[in-house]
């Protein structure tokens, strides 16, 4: 098979042409969001470019610290992200939460990369950056569901909380329906897209690796392995960040902080 | 006469020393003191909002005080000492949320716990309770979102009792309830004359169990005492 067909800029144009359908509905319809569509687009094209000319220097280069220090600035803004997307006041466990992003991101990333793909050059850009970002990018979704849904569900069964603190329970043994419920509600993604994949879409990766010139066969391979990678991958994540961030967010009598919420 | 000298000899199970409870600019108890000796039952009796559920929770650590000092069975309560004295106390709530899953379950699961771990959940004594309390035994076999408020109020209890504990802090435990079984409740505790118990609750009928009744003013609602 041939390599993935380049996209000249110009011919590029012809996909900002048909966003005037999109944009015709909505101004047609009034639905009130037709500044922020610009503002998303014109985004994501800056982002982008800004994203292909960096890559290509660290593909080019493919120095083992640049890699590692791009898998480092991926982290830093999931963890902000995190921060901001969970709506609330944890940001004294930055720290933590990126420890967890790390693991979570990392192990998959060299099992999938050194094992899987039995590459020596574990970090090597071209394996390390789109994989570890499609791991990432699906732990900090994860993450961002999983820590919400443990203080919310606690803060909510507050009652129920105090009943098993009353009862002799220790924080670790009063949260665990809350961790039950948080682990169920993180992961349900991940475990949906695996039943359904291939059926209702054609995932991303085994997309990229059609495109990129490969026989479908070898595309399913890299398929399956990202998203068991994924899966782990959220599964560590989240079970970190909710341990790590509990470290601060228990008062000393195990009642949770009324300060952490926004 | 005599036995009451004894039990002044004791120690005092609970005291509550110059206890201050303030919610923001709302002061809801103003440097309040009561000590409750071993055995003893106390009723404190108040309107609803005047802020005897908090005092109930000051005492197990889900609120600390601005001021004032709460020692149980003479062990002052700190951020240290509360994992132990919990293992002291049985609490029912007002309006008990006692989570998701079977009944059976909720009773059997404190017995997993580290600090329960010399304790056997007691199927028999569970099975009496329930007679007792007017519950059908089958009712340990329901899940917790089918009861009724009196009957999650009556699983609460005997989730309490079942803990074997020797301080027992009931707060409005039998709003829920109707007068047979609120009968049946308070005969228990009555019979129970090894147990400390502080009741709290707006009806003043359960004092027919105590041996001192408090009667909060009705400043309560963000005055002082």
């Keep these: 098979m041939n390599a993935a067909v380049d996209i000249h800029p110009l011919a590029l144009l012809a996909g900002y042409v048909m966003l005037l359908i999109p944009l015709g509905i909505i101004y047609w319809y009034r639905v009130p969001m037709l500044g922020q569509t610009l503002m998303s687009v014109l985004r994501m094209t800056l982002q982008l470019i800004f994203v292909g000319l960096y890559l290509q220097v660290v593909f080019r280069l493919n120095h083992f610290g640049l890699n590692i220090l791009w898998l480092a600035v991926m982290i830093t803004v999931a963890d902000l992200s995190i921060l901001r997307g969970c709506q609330l006041r944890l940001g004294r466990i930055a720290g933590w939460i990126f420890l967890a992003l790390l693991a979570g991101t990392a192990v998959p990333l060299l099992v999938f990369v050194g094992v899987i793909l039995r590459r020596p050059e574990i970090l090597d850009a071209r394996f390390v950056i789109p994989i570890g970002g499609m791991i990432l990018g699906n732990c900090l979704r994860a993450d961002i569901v999983g820590i919400r849904t443990f203080y919310q569900s606690i803060r909510t069964g507050q009652k129920a909380y105090e009943l098993s603190l009353s009862q002799g329970a220790t924080v670790t043994e009063a949260v665990q329906p809350h961790l039950r419920e948080t682990l169920y509600q993180s992961l349900t993604p991940t475990v949906a897209m695996m039943a359904n994949v291939g059926i209702v879409a054609l995932p991303g990766m085994m997309t990229g690796v059609i495109l990129g010139g490969n026989d479908p066969l070898t595309a399913i391979g890299y398929q399956i392995a990202i998203m068991l990678s994924i899966f782990t991958g959220t599964s560590i994540t989240v079970i970190l960040a909710i341990l790590f961030s509990a470290r601060s967010a228990f008062s000393a009598y195990g009642i949770l902080r009324p300060e952490i919420f926004k | ?225």
């Excluded at chain 2, 020393?17 to 404190?44: A, H, N, P, W």
């Excluded at chain 2, 929770?57 to 609120?63: A, D, K, P, T």
């Excluded at chain 2, 909720?106 to 017995?111: A, E, I, K, T």
């Design chain 2, 1 to 225: 006469m005599d036995s009451l000298i004894d039990r002044e000899k004791e120690m005092p199970a609970v005291e509550i020393s110059e206890l201050t409870l303030r919610f923001g600019e709302q002061v809801v108890f103003d440097r309040f003191s009561i000590t409750l000796l071993k055995g003893q039952k106390v009723l404190i009796a108040g309107r609803s909002g005047s802020g005897k559920s908090s005092l109930l929770r000051s005492l197990l650590g889900f609120i600390v005080p601005q001021q004032g000092d709460v020692k149980i069975e003479g062990v002052l309560l700190d951020g240290k000492t509360i994992w132990h004295l919990r293992k002291r106390m049985g609490y029912i709530a007002q309006e008990p949320q006692l989570g998701e899953g079977i009944v059976r379950e909720l009773l059997q699961r404190p017995f997993s716990w580290k600090a329960n771990h010399s304790l056997r959940y007691d199927a028999e004594q569970t099975a009496q309770l329930c007679r007792q309390f007017y519950l059908p035994e089958s009712l340990l076999n329901k899940k917790i979102h089918e009861l009724s408020g009196g009957e999650k109020q009556r699983v609460a209890l005997i989730a309490a009792i079942l803990l074997q504990r020797p301080i027992y802090l009931l707060d409005e435990a039998t709003s829920a309830l109707d007068a047979d079984s609120k009968k049946a409740v308070l005969d228990y505790f009555a019979g129970r004359t090894d147990l400390t118990i502080l009741m709290v609750s707006h009806d003043i009928s359960l004092s027919s169990i105590a041996e001192r009744v408090v009667q909060l003013p009705d400043i309560l609602a963000g005055g002082r005492l």
